[in-house]
């Protein structure tokens, strides 16, 4: 049987490698097969999350203006750390409102949403971590943000036509006040590298938040830069026709949803209030109700 076997195998090998196929033939059979009949659309059909947090959104904005008062005096001094550190949070919410006022939560926009929060966060987060060894670092970071500003201005100044101009979202003028608004734009230096030289996945490892970067940053790119894997899941659709060798339909109708982000913007705008909590004195209901009451129940899971 030792014998047998292994030749009974190869000359299996040798019956089907001489079996040729009429391609041409097969081609034919499943184009004509597959025109005869429709196809079947399947799709996966997500729950829209209708559950607005209209709570957290009213208490988060008088928390965040309870903050705004109470540091009147940082603003008016140009206070680059905390003027970087609000911002970022009113940035951080004001994506979140959006994408929760008109129901984003299971569309592709959602997913752009939560990779520009996860981005902001960790920049903050690192930014805080590095002023110990760079006290400077935060009008750094405000100024590497005007040096990109400055570079699509000087772009716009030498290629954008009048009647371009007028159909483009970009308003140049504003651009322009914004550039030159602390400084002249001749003593603003164009950095066209990483900030402080650093990717944000080494920025992420440094402050401790790979999982959020690897899980969540990473997925919600596929979207942003609309990678295959994303067309694929959010706007193609399984044909369950067999003699249609289920093959994938464009969603022209708009059927297929995504799972909600609701539930991640939160913990992100949790996340960047609790890391200024530190540094400024927030109301303690707040804190009592969204802050300590989440890191009570972590507690219990572990």
């Known amino acids: 049987m030792k014998f047998y076997r292994p030749a009974v195998r190869s000359l299996e090998g040798m019956v089907i490698g001489e079996d040729t196929k009429n391609q041409v033939f097969l081609n034919d059979f499943w184009k004509e097969l597959g025109m005869m009949s429709t196809c079947n659309l399947k799709h996966i059909k997500y729950e829209d999350d209708e559950d607005k947090p209209t709570e957290f959104i009213k208490d988060t904005r008088e928390a965040l203006e ?30 979140f409102k959006e994408v929760i006022e008109n129901n984003l939560n299971n569309k592709i926009l959602g997913r752009h949403a939560i990779r520009t929060l996860i981005e902001v966060y960790i ?51 504003l651009l322009d006040a914004i550039v030159n608004e602390k400084k002249w734009e001749e ?57 249609h060798k289920y093959h994938n339909v464009p969603d022209f109708i708009s059927e297929q949803n995504l799972p909600s982000v609701k539930g991640s913007c939160i913990m992100i705008v949790k996340k960047i209030i609790k890391l200024s909590c530190d540094l400024y004195e927030y109301p303690e209901w707040y804190i009592n109700e969204y802050i300590n009451r989440d890191d009570s129940n972590e507690k219990k899971d572990d």
């Open 123 to 173: 920049m903050v987060k690192y930014l805080l971590k590095k002023e110990k060894d760079k006290p400077n670092i935060w009008q750094e970071y405000k100024y590497y943000g005007i040096s990109k500003y400055k570079l699509i201005l000087l772009k716009a100044r030498e290629d954008m036509s009048s009647k371009a101009q007028e159909n483009h979202h970009l308003a140049t003028s």
């Open 66 to 95: 309870y903050i705004i008062i109470d540091n009147k005096e940082k603003l008016l001094s140009d206070d680059s750390k905390f003027e970087v550190i609000i911002g970022s949070i009113i940035y951080i919410f004001k994506i």
């Open 187 to 243: 003593f603003v230096d164009i950095d066209l590298r990483y900030f402080d030289q650093e990717s944000i996945r080494n920025k992420s490892t440094y402050v401790e938040e790979k999982e959020l970067y690897d899980l969540f940053y990473n997925y919600d790119t596929n979207y942003v830069h609309g990678f295959w894997g994303a067309i694929r899941e959010s706007s193609m659709l399984f044909c369950d026709n067999s003699a």
